[in-house]
């Protein structure tokens, strides 16, 4: 089992920059891959980072992609999320996410088996 822990959330002004950070703990050895998901009220949630821990090789959704950055310090066990460039539609409980299967990491909520409990990011006008 792992465990993870995100922090970092909070609200900030459009334009500005927000870092979220995922702590993971317990059985940490099995993540083939991390990801940051997202989901705001009445939508569905969706992948926007996700990165291998092995090679630290990158994957982004196209709309937040020259905006965010993931990124990891293996030797701590925890996975980043910088945010620039802030938009209004950017707002979300943001979850970090886990998958233990080998192979082929994608944006599909159900191949990741362990995910944190989310974390609150506003943006103001």
């Known amino acids: 089992q792992v465990q993870l822990v995100e922090s970092g959330g909070g609200s900030v002004q459009a334009g500005g920059s927000l870092r979220l950070s995922c702590a993971a703990s317990g059985y940490t050895y099995s993540r083939n891959c991390m990801a940051w998901f997202r989901q705001a009220p009445g939508k569905e949630r969706e992948g926007v980072a996700r990165i291998y821990t092995s090679n630290d090789g990158t994957y982004y959704a196209d709309s937040v992609k020259g905006r965010f950055t993931i990124s990891q310090d293996a030797a701590k066990n925890t996975v980043f999320l910088q945010m620039t460039s802030l938009k209004p539609e950017d707002p979300a409980m943001y979850y970090c996410?886990?998958?233990?299967?080998?192979?082929?990491?994608?944006?599909?909520?159900?191949?990741?088996?362990?995910w944190g409990q989310g974390t609150q990011v506003a943006v103001s006008s």
């Open positions: 996410a886990a998958r233990s299967r080998g192979g082929t990491c994608y944006f599909s909520v159900d191949e990741y088996m362990s």
